[in-house]
T-cell receptor, first 112, second 113 residues
Framework: GAGVSQSPSNKVTEKGKDVELRCDPISGHTALYWYRQSLGQGLEFLIYFQGNSAPDKSGLPSDRFSAERTGGSVSTLTIQRTQQEDSAVYLC??????????FGPGTRLTVT | GQQLNQSPQSMFIQEGEDVSMNCTSSSIFNTWLWYKQDPGEGPVLLIALYKAGELTSNGRLTAQFGITRKDSFLNISASIPSDVGIYFCAGRLRGGSNYKLTFGKGTLLTVNP
């Protein structure tokens, strides 16, 4: 079946603008994760959604970052007033809760 | 936050050679995972380990969950050009949330044909 999809694959934006990144998890997966991957670094946990439970937002680096998951499926990560240090690959993953995480291809964000 | 020390950072090897990489931590983990990431793609799970001392193979790949529960290694035998990529270890901390993974910084593998 279809894997995790993310859009856009690449986004170039000017400093100060807002961006929205989208994630479509694998159908039926109740858990959804967002990570940030900076050059030469491992994956940095941002936020976790599980069903109807309150999300774990403990990894969001600042209040400019927010995420929502509508209808328990699609998720949107929003970065307001982007800064150059926000440039990174943003990865989304989903899982059924009974197995490990499946990752999407990521969105490469460049803030100029 | 918790850190996983992954080494080496990068490796340049000839096709056919064996490869070994490892992750260590000062904390105890109850799950160790190994992922591979190709350029422009997300990480793909290679091997999952859930028990101290567990040794698991997936084709030419073998990984072990260290007895101390603070380390894991991944071996690739008889490397081929398509093994090129970034390999990440990841783990779940004992006593931590059952969903949160801690990632190493990755090992960049280059295979010369």
């Amino acid at each position: 079946g279809a894997g995790v999809s993310q859009s856009p694959s690449n986004k170039v934006t000017e400093k100060g603008k807002d961006v929205e990144l989208r994630c479509d998890p694998i159908s039926g997966h109740t858990a959804l994760y967002w990570y940030r991957q900076s050059l030469g670094q491992g994956l940095e946990f941002l936020i976790y959604f599980q069903g109807n439970s309150a999300p774990d937002k403990s990894g969001l680096p600042s209040d400019r970052f927010s995420a929502e998951r509508t209808g328990g499926s699609v998720s949107t990560l929003t970065i307001q007033r982007t800064q150059q240090e926000d440039s990174a690959v943003y990865l989304c993953a989903s899982s059924s809760g009974k197995d490990e995480q499946y990752f999407g291809p990521g969105t490469r964000l460049t803030v100029t | 936050g918790q850190q996983l020390n992954q080494s080496p950072q990068s490796m340049f090897i000839q096709e056919g050679e064996d490869v070994s990489m490892n992750c260590t931590s000062s904390s105890i983990f109850n799950t160790w995972l190994w992922y591979k990431q190709d350029p422009g793609e997300g990480p793909v799970l290679l091997i999952a380990l859930y028990k101290a001392g567990e040794l698991t193979s997936n084709g030419r790949l073998t990984a072990q969950f260290g007895i101390t529960r603070k380390d894991s290694f991944l071996n690739i035998s008889a490397s081929i050009p398509s093994d090129v990529g970034i390999y990440f270890c990841a783990g779940r901390l004992r006593g931590g949330s059952n969903y949160k993974l801690t990632f190493g910084k990755g090992t960049l593998l280059t295979v010369n044909p």
